[in-house]
């Protein structure tokens, strides 16, 4: 049996935090690129460079957490610090009153996601056997992602029910980011056994030739498909410019994340058995889709269609790039894998807002959209040429 039954316990109870703190991110980041836009005066290059440079902060602390969770053997401690950090950070955004206030909150909170992401998904594939742990991904994604589609919910409640919705939505943030803190702090148990490498001091970089090649590819593909991604707050944008009101337009992202967790459980399950590479072709080929359907797209109705393939093209490639990680990296090194892959993606988040506000800005929604599809395709290029070295280590039996 290889069914959501034989997870560990601590693998549901990160997906459960997973869930509460992302019902609390999301709840404010569907609301702030038309706050910061309408409200604040922001531009489209600025609201697209803070994306990417938030995200990047968080993914550069990740390999610096990940690298210490392996010498330390305590994962669980560093993702506490994370999740705290980014709880400590939701009423400032309640409280801001201008754009710096609002970079600083974000960087706080990515602050907090980089030291929490690494040392918890490498908790996961502590906790894991090797035969589920594509499941074991795929269900703490679809409950992360549950989050992501009740945030905005919960913050289309608040613009339609109150005159101040923006400010009291951040508020009410506040109460699941605390949540998920006592969630992980008395239901996670971290295993007895540490890695070979606890203790050791810190990471030599020498120690990095120990990663299989294969990683290196992977890292090159990842990229990749991240620049070939349109930022979720220019999703936002482009779908109120084609007539959504503001007011809902929290339904763009519980539109995209509606598929993205209903499938990513399934697409887990698919990865513990499908040829890696063969599933993240068909991930690429729907976020090629996507951005071709939302580069021609003149209706809220056909936005959504391109909403819903991103949300597909998610599901099918997040959880599997994170079980792909732990199958090529060594027990040892596991945290700092994690940490480089998404050190690797946030430095290409950077790239993905900065091209996408640039293109907006020159020639508005179609261009943009059209380059991310260009860009997929060199990602789906890419993964072919590299496949033979995307290969797993002897001790892992599923297929690349």
Known sequence: MTGWRTLPRSVWALGLVSLLMDLSSETIHALL???????????????????????????????????????????????????????????????AAGIV?????????????????????????????????????????????????LGPLCA?????????????????????????VALLGFAVREPEQRSASAGKGPLRWQQLRELDRGVLALLLVAALVTIARATEGLLVLATVERGLGVPYSPLVLVAMNVIYSAAAYPAGRLADRWPRARLLLLGIALLLAAQLVLAIADSVALCGVGLLLYG?????????????????????????????????????????????????AAAGPPLAFATAAAIAVLAAAALWLARARLHSPANDTLRT
Do not use: N
């Open 33 to 95: 690129p038309t706050f910061l836009a309408l409200e604040l005066g922001a531009s489209m290059v600025t609201i697209g460079v803070l994306d990417g440079v938030a995200e990047a902060i968080a993914s550069g602390l990740k390999i610096v957490s990940g690298a210490w969770s392996d010498r330390s053997g305590r994962r669980k401690r560093l993702a506490v610090i994370g999740y705290g950090l980014s709880a400590a950070s939701k009423p400032a955004f309640a409280l």
């Open 101 to 149: 206030p609002i970079a600083i909150a974000r960087a706080v909170d990515r602050i907090g996601k980089g030291i929490r992401g690494a040392p918890r998904d490498a908790l996961i594939a502590d906790v894991t056997p090797p035969a589920v742990r594509g499941a074991a991904y795929g269900l703490r994604q679809s409950l992360d992602t549950i989050g992501a589609v």
């Open 156 to 180: 289309m409640a608040w613009m339609l029910a109150a005159a101040d919705g923006y400010r009291l939505a951040f508020a009410f943030a506040v109460v699941p980011a605390v949540a998920a």
């Open 312 to 360: 597909a093209h998610m599901a099918a490639s997040q959880g599997l790039l994170s079980a792909w990680i732990a199958a090529l990296a060594p027990a040892h090194l596991r945290g700092t894998a994690f940490g480089l892959l998404h050190l690797t993606t946030g430095l290409a988040a950077i790239v993905a807002g900065a091209l996408a506000g640039a293109c907006w």
